[in-house]
């Protein structure tokens, strides 16, 4: 992540949500997270459709923006 630019923390509100390697539903899926996961947002990376995170596991990759709530 880059740390000069700004950060969000949001939390995952479905039961499982993929973690995606790209900013593609076609892209590898790294790993899959569980409702109520705390995700750190870097907004400078992110897409329309999804946000670039970081896991509290230090995992990083993009999530679809539907399946996170912004705290």
């Known amino acids: 992540m880059n740390t000069e630019s700004e950060s969000l923390l949001g939390m995952s509100n479905y039961d499982l949500v993929s973690i995606y390697d790209k900013p593609s539903e076609f892209s590898e899926v ?42």
């Open 30 to 71: 790294i790993c899959q997270i569980k409702k109520g996961t705390v995700l750190l947002i870097d907004e400078e990376e992110s897409t329309k459709d999804f946000y670039s995170i970081c896991t509290e596991a230090g995992i990083m990759g993009f999530c679809m923006k539907r399946f996170v709530d912004l705290k």
